[in-house]
């Protein structure tokens, strides 16, 4: 048995110790502090010949504090290739219209060849596994479209996997290129090509800054019909009103930022 000096002590060392544990799991983060931060993307046709593409990221806290936007042109805006410019290495063109076609190109790793009964340069192959007859015309079937398979073609153009190729199957040494504002690049964003400059007005580079400023002045809040609205409507209320294509898709743009915003994870 301890004595009573001993037991006082005994018991004072035994409260602090029971305090010190208090204090130390008082001063930890609880685990209901949800962290809502990351990274979304999401990618939609917002206009003809072109599929839109968005991330944007959310703190812990889930505000918004980055939102990119940019578009990519489809696959006929770079396999159509005027008389003066095709290749000397491509042998088996077909010509429809007044552009000539590569027989076979390659996006990613799958390869697509050109319909010998077309008359509007139909491409066929396949898309993650799935069957795809006129890639272009494809792709504009938004209701059936898949974000992973607007996103595989999106990630084809950023990382510039995509080919002529040769009578042999090999790559072209040329590259796919598309030309805007007297500017050919190696490049199917939009944003990089120069595309729809202008000395008046806001031009494509003003009109996406007008659209991302105003999602992110919504925490990209708004409502999917909100962006159905301003597209079915063909108005503007967000960028250039006077602008044409991109005042009337402006709802497009935001239903692709919207994507991205809900595929936050």
């Not at 429809?96 to 996006?107: D, E, H, L, T």
């Amino acid at each position: 048995m301890l004595r009573k000096g001993k037991e006082r002590t005994g018991l004072a060392v035994f409260v602090a110790l029971i305090a010190a544990t208090v204090f130390v799991f008082a001063g930890c983060p609880t685990d209901t502090e949800d962290d809502l931060s990351g990274t979304g993307r999401g990618a939609y046709q917002t206009h003809q010949k072109v599929i839109g593409y968005s991330e944007v990221t959310l703190d812990k806290s889930g505000k918004v504090t980055t939102v990119t936007l940019d578009d990519y042109f489809d696959v006929n805006s770079w396999t159509a290739i005027a008389d003066a410019n095709v290749p000397a290495d491509l042998t088996d063109t077909v010509k429809i219209g007044n552009s000539n076609y590569p027989a076979k190109i390659k996006i990613g790793d799958e390869v697509f060849t050109l319909d010998p009964n077309t008359t509007t340069a139909s491409y066929n192959g396949k898309v993650l596994g799935k069957d795809v007859k006129d890639i272009t015309n494809w792709f504009t079937e938004k209701t059936n479209r898949t974000q992973a398979e607007y996103l595989w073609y999106i990630d084809a153009c950023r990382s510039k996997n995509l080919a002529y190729l040769k009578a042999d199957g090999t790559p072209s040494a040329t590259k796919p290129s598309y030309t805007s504002s007297n500017k050919t690049t190696e490049t199917m964003s939009k944003s990089e090509t120069g595309y729809w400059t202008v000395t008046n007005g806001l031009g494509w580079t003003g009109n996406k800054e007008k659209i991302v400023a105003f999602a992110k002045s919504q925490n990209v809040g708004y409502s999917q019909k909100f962006a159905d609205d301003l597209v079915g409507a063909n108005k503007d209320t967000i960028a250039d009103a006077t602008a044409g294509a991109t005042a009337s898709d402006t709802g497009n743009y935001l239903k692709t930022i919207l994507l991205a915003r809900n595929a936050v994870k």
